[in-house]
């Protein structure tokens, strides 16, 4: 069972990746007043990129073709081990939160040294920033980390998901702490506004996307594509940490209708959520990341040190 | 076993004396010799590894004539024997083909394998008579190989600090050993084991060896000659010093802290955690502003030894508090980091030294686009850059998860002290495990990806397939034991039991896929089905892409927003790369200023931009304790000019303070 499951889940996350990205999208349209492309517009962009040829410039190395497919199959099976409709996953004890995260930076790190390849200055740019960038909200996820480690005793995705599930937490403030925390980190880790407009044409504002800037054909669709599976990655994990609530836990098929429900709900909601978030606020300086990150971090830290002492000295 | 090790230390003596015959055929003989030698001592130490582990001992009548040497192998110092010599003699078949490219091979070749015995000899010892020996031996030996350029002015500056610093430390392993022999003065290892000092004894025993031990491995504050040193040396002496010679110093903290010192108290594993933490962070901030990339990595080295530090400060923190199983896994999360540190610094000192061969450059801003021109040095550069990065599935990662797993088990600790600095050390360790990253991106992007800066990269060649072989076994170290880090800890458990007595196992519920630290439900990692998996995933998107979208590659100019510039000037350099880290750690770690002297319009005067950093360790540290010493110096002085009268009442008055403190004493 365990092992169907895991099969469901990892086409599922495949097929719905582009579906929230093109959510996101189309209600930041709706709030400014576009009529905004079509929910499946991102298949079809990512469907034709696949068709076109790749064009690779003159003095890119192998490092610079195998970068898409190594990135995607890293966030593709991070993607696998975060519980969406059943925490009944084969593969989950290979990476906890922890490793899991470590898993995202391989693919940020080969990401970084692609766009060095070309010897570009928009290639240096955007890895030099989106390393910068990453150098604060890891620490920050791993604050994060920490705060539910403590509360619950493991780091292990599946086990907190049904700790936080079977067990009443109660409302906690270091939780809702490190929820915070944890949101400013996907808004970071995903390029989101503030930190980084994935819908710029000003190269200059560029993050990650100067970084893929030389990308074309189907090398581009699955750095696209990758993106978009990401941004579901970080969704998921807020969902199957905070509010797990109608995830099957028991591993048996008759609970899957009701947690893939809930799943698609979860994801709506933080689609809308996204769109909203992103414009009713303006992208800030790039060196304005570190104060937004830095209290990401500190947040996390307080977190802990508030549950030490909420547990009495 | 031991006695294949002695066989393997006298190949060195004879590879040494080799070193001073004829420099065309030592350089044929020496490296190769030292690596047979090598060869034979890592296996000898792997075949005690995996026997039953009861220790074995020797004593020699070396040395004084009442005063035999005493050496034991038993599970730690096989242990450390395995890792230095499996890598020493990857170094040496490395060197066979480096070492014709040395300035003076003479210089090198007599104390390459003398370096090597006394490394090997430290570990061996089990006495601190021969211990310090062995240790002056290790530091005057690798004192001479990092001044075998000497003709160069750093060179010698380096040397300088160096020496000062290995005397320094030196004498404080000295004292140490001095207190715990105490006044009966039995030095061997087993008396010292078996006497138990008070707490205060004791401490200034931790403090000392912190001090001596902690210095040669680059801890901070005590880390200033380290990246002078080991860059300064030939490549494959750096390789030995950054990735072995360091872990010599990490054994002899272990074996002080865990086996000689008696039983701990907390505050030490506290001072050590912290002072790792401190060396961890700042190790690495260091390294992301380096331009030259011997200096780069030997920075990084400062790094891994704090994680290590990190590691054996926790475990001693367990230790004292009774949690035997934390403690088991901490001091093995930080002896997995000694393998893996060894394997992919050691690979990544070759690497820069195969850059040097090829280019004769050291500077990253004038290298670029080898991958190219040196595809072997690149891939295997890729693969040590990532596992030094931590990422999965690769070696460097297992171990800092497992340090990571011990931080936050920590908060069973009973100190309210340690657990509230536990979750400050675990964010400084998160924050060097990130900026690991950044700087290994910034060094493998601007060496080997881009375009040639300088002709000299342009035209480099791959070296020779004597350089290249050993490249590619320790990155395929690197991997197997990223995958398979079970198949090590199962070799260092029985150190665990040595140190930690018989109930410190942890892994108890790892089965051969996973790696489980303590429960299955609390934490679980295995590298191997991230490898499989990615590998799988890999080849499935290959297969259907190619094989249902499109396969085909147009070669293009590059795209760059429609204005690319042929001039390699316009890349992004090491510099601006490091920029955004210099905006954000650099103002508070370094005070980093940049000036920029823009001329007004029509001047004709060049702009100049310049980046003022400043070495805050050095001003606050090092130089009040040299205002300090030349100050004393100064007032020492006078004595140098007394008449023979006063030296002589002088004498006299000193032998009775003498003679009255031992009369008071007893």
């Known amino acids: ?44 962009d990512l469907a034709r990129l696949l068709r076109k040829d790749a064009v690779v410039a003159d003095n890119a190395s192998w490092l610079f073709r195998t970068t898409p497919y190594l990135v995607f199959a890293a966030i593709w099976l991070a993607a696998s081990l975060v519980p969406s409709f059943t925490t009944d996953l084969l593969l989950s004890p ?169 799943y698609l709900g979860k994801l709506a909601t933080a689609g809308i959520l996204l769109g909203l978030f992103e414009t009713s606020i303006a992208k800030m300086r790039v060196f304005r990341v570190s104060e937004f990150l830095g209290g990401a971090l500190l947040l996390g830290l307080l977190a802990v040190i508030l549950l030490y002492v909420s547990r009495g000295l | 076993m031991l006695s294949a090790i002695f066989v393997a230390l006298i190949l060195h003596l004879i590879g040494g004396a080799c070193g001073l015959a004829g420099e065309k055929f030592a350089l044929r003989v020496v490296y190769l010799l030292s690596a047979a030698a090598s060869g034979l001592a890592a296996l000898a130490a792997l075949a005690f590894l995996l026997g039953d582990g009861t220790p074995i001992e020797a004593v020699l009548p070396i040395g004084l004539p009442w005063l035999p040497a005493h050496f034991r192998l038993d599970a730690l110092s096989t242990a450390f024997l395995f890792i230095l010599n499996l890598v020493a003699a990857l170094v040496s078949v490395f060197a066979h083909g480096y070492g014709t490219h040395d300035f003076e091979p003479k210089r090198i070749l007599p104390l390459y394998p003398v370096f090597l015995a006394a490394m090997n000899l430290v570990l061996l010892a089990d006495d601190a008579y021969s211990f310090l ?70 401490s200034l025993v931790v403090a000392l060896v912190l001090l001596g031990a902690g210095s040669k491995a680059g801890l901070v504050p005590l880390h200033a000659w380290l ?62 502003m380096q331009s030259d990339l011997k200096t780069l990595l030997a920075y990084s080295t400062v790094e891994n ?54 280019t004769g450059q050291r500077d990253i801003e004038r290298l670029g686009g080898l991958i190219h021109r040196m595809p072997v040095t690149a891939a295997t550069f890729l693969v040590g850059a990532a596992a030094i990065s931590a990422l999965p599935p690769l070696n460097g990662f297992a171990s800092e998860w497992l340090v990571f797993q011990a931080i936050l088990n920590g908060t069973v600790l009973p100190q309210w002290l340690l657990k509230f600095a536990l979750p400050v050390v675990g964010l400084m360790l998160a924050l060097a495990a990130a900026l690991a990253a950044v700087c290994f991106v910034r060094a493998y992007g601007i060496v080997f ?121 316009t890349q992004y350099t090491g510099s601006s790369f490091a920029q955004p880290i210099r905006r954000v750690f650099g103002t508070t770690a370094f005070r980093a200023r940049e000036t920029l002297d823009m001329p007004a319009p029509g001047e004709t005067r060049p702009a100049h931009f310049a980046i003022n950093l400043r070495d805050l360790v050095w001003e606050g540290f090092y130089q009040p304790f040299i205002r300090l010493v030349a100050w004393a110096t100064e007032q020492i002085d006078t004595l140098q000019f007394l008449t023979i009268r006063r030296y002589l009442t002088l004498t006299f008055a000193s032998l009775v303070l003498l003679l009255t403190i031992v009369a008071v004493w007893q």
Request: aromatic fraction near 8%; proline fraction near 5%.
């Open chain 1, 1 to 44: 069972m365990a092992f169907i499951a895991q099969i469901l889940h990892m086409a599922l996350v495949l097929a719905l990746a582009p579906l929230l990205t093109g959510l996101v999208r189309k209600t930041k349209a709706r709030l400014l007043g576009r009529r905004g492309a079509s929910l499946v517009q991102p298949y079809r």
């Open chain 1, 94 to 262: 290979t990476a906890d939160l922890i490793a899991l995260v470590a898993l995202l930076g391989s693919a940020r790190f080969f990401t970084a040294l692609a766009g060095l390849d070309i010897g570009t200055s928009f290639g240096g740019i955007g890895a030099s920033r989106e390393m910068m960038i990453a150098s604060l909200a890891e620490p920050a996820m791993l604050m994060v980390t920490f705060t539910v480690s403590l509360l619950i005793g493991s780091t292990s995705l599946v086990a907190i998901s049904e700790h936080v599930l079977l067990h009443d937490l109660g409302l906690r403030v270091s939780l809702g702490m490190g929820l915070v925390a944890l949101v400013m980190v996907a808004v970071a880790e995903n390029g989101r506004v503030p930190i980084d407009n994935p819908a710029t044409h000003l190269e200059l504002t560029m993050v990650h996307e100067a970084m893929v800037l030389e990308y074309s054909g189907r090398h581009l669709a699955l750095i696209e594509a990758g993106a978009m599976l990401k941004l579901l990655l970080y969704v998921s994990l807020i969902g199957c940490i905070f509010v797990p609530w109608g995830m099957d836990v028991a591993g048996h098929p008759a609970g899957f209708p009701q947690g893939l429900a809930s």
């Open chain 2, 133 to 202: 020996v062995s240790w002056e031996f290790m530091s005057l030996s690798s004192w001479l190989l990092v001044l075998a350029n000497h003709r160069d002015k750093q060179t010698s500056h380096a040397a300088a600090v160096y020496l000062i610093m290995a005397s320094f430390g030196a004498v404080a392993l000295l004292l140490a050993f001095g207190i715990l022999a105490g006044i009966g003065g039995d030095y061997s290892f087993a008396a010292i084991r078996h006497a138990t000092p008070g707490m205060l004894p004791a």
């Open chain 2, 227 to 288: 990246p002078l040193a080991h860059p300064a040396a030939p490549s494959h002496v750096s390789a030995l010093m950054s990735g072995v010679m360091t872990k010599v110093a990490i054994y002899a903290l272990i074996r002080v802290l865990f086996d000689l010192v008696g039983s701990p108290i907390w505050w030490w594993g506290g001072i050590i955690l912290l002072l790792g933490a401190l060396s961890a962070l700042l190790g690495v901030l260091y390294a992301v």
């Open chain 2, 305 to 358: 030894v704090g994680i290590i530090t990190i590691g054996i400060g926790l475990a001693l923190a367990f230790k004292a508090s009774g949690l035997t199983t934390l403690a088991g896994l901490s001091l093995l999360a930080a002896l997995l980091h000694v393998f893996n540190h060894a394997l992919f610094k050691s690979l990544l000192f070759l690497g820069a030294g195969a850059v040097l061969v090829a």
């Open chain 2, 449 to 569: 990806l881009g375009r040639p800066r300088r002709p000299e990269a342009a035209v480099a060649e791959e070296v020779p397939a004597v350089m290249r072989a050993p490249l590619a076994v320790l990155a395929a170290l690197c991997v197997v034991f990223g995958i398979l880090p079970g198949a090590l800890i199962g070799l260092l458990l029985p150190v665990m039991r040595q140190l930690l007595g018989p109930n410190a196992v942890p892994f108890s519920h790892s089965t051969g896929l996973w790696l489980v630290p303590l429960r299955a439900e609390q934490s679980s990692y295995s590298g191997l089905i991230v490898f499989l998996m990615i590998a799988g995933l890999v080849g499935l998107l290959v297969w259907v892409i190619h094989r249902f979208a499109s396969a085909r590659v147009r070669r293009a100019p590059a795209w760059d927003c429609g204005f690319p510039d042929p001039r390699p000037q």
